[in-house]
T-cell receptor, first 113, second 113 residues
Framework: EAQVTQNPRYLITVTGKKLTVTCSQNMNHEYMSWYRQDPGLGLRQIYYSMNVEVTDKGDVPEGYKVSRKEKRNFPLILESPSPNQTSLYFC????????????FGSGTRLTVV | KNQVEQSPQSLIILEGKNCTLQCNYTVSPFSNLRWYKQDTGRGPVSLTIMTFSENTKSNGRYTATLDADTKQSSLHITASQLSDSASYICVVRASSGTYKYIFGTGTRLKVLA
């Protein structure tokens, strides 16, 4: 089944403790992206990647890192999480091309205390 | 500034009734517009995609319209069901050469029995 898989689904952590949220897609998509979703603000892009070893900042990149060593994986790294990073996170992927859209993962609900 | 605005913010209807959700955008240059359905705590799932030359597209009980001149789109839901309760997000892609998707904040629909 074609899908984007995120892990974990739920995560509670303490301020300052490094964490990684994994994202993997099995559709051979070139483009991958991370979003966070907060009440009343909609989905905001954190980072995106056009292909392997090509990443760029989205609208809200502060406090996050990403890497794209393989086409299928695009982990999101929080080096020193803070409570304002408590949010619902989505990974998404899409093929290249003009008329394309995202396939989203199921989400990771992160709470930083 | 590229923006996507949706209305209403929330909507409550009775099962079996029809409803229409609105999306106005100022994204330029325009590539395509997609409507997503997002169940609570889950990733958005694509309903329809519309390009510049399309003005109506249906997916079962969902019908999307696009007026590229006025930069407006609507999503009409016919004979609503309890399972239609979700957030509906309008996403516009700019054809600027990068993968820039602009998200609306969504309309939260509640269908009551």
């Amino acid at each position: 089944e074609a899908q984007v898989t995120q892990n974990p689904r739920y995560l509670i952590t303490v301020t300052g403790k490094k964490l990684t949220v994994t994202c993997s897609q099995n559709m051979n998509h070139e483009y991958m992206s991370w979003y966070r979703q907060d009440p009343g603000l909609g989905l905001r892009q954190i980072y995106y990647s056009m292909n392997v070893e090509v990443t760029d900042k989205g609208d809200v990149p502060e406090g996050y890192k990403v890497s794209r060593k393989e086409k299928r994986n695009f982990p999101l790294i929080l080096e020193s999480p803070s409570p304002n990073q408590t949010s619902l996170y989505f990974c998404a992927s899409s093929p290249q091309g003009a008329v394309t859209g995202y396939t989203f993962g199921s989400g990771t609900r992160l709470t930083v205390v | 500034k590229n923006q996507v605005e949706q209305s209403p913010q929330s909507l409550i209807i009775l099962e079996g009734k029809n409803c229409t959700l609105q999306c106005n955008y100022t994204v330029s240059p325009f590539s395509n517009l997609r409507w997503y359905k997002q169940d609570t705590g889950r990733g958005p799932v694509s309903l329809t995609i519309m390009t510049f030359s399309e003005n109506t597209k249906s997916n079962g009980r969902y019908t999307a319209t696009l007026d590229a001149d006025t930069k407006q789109s609507s999503l009409h839901i016919t004979a609503s069901q309890l399972s239609d309760s979700a957030s509906y997000i309008c996403v516009v892609r700019a054809s600027s050469g990068t993968y820039k998707y602009i998200f609306g904040t969504g309309t939260r629909l509640k269908v009551l029995a």
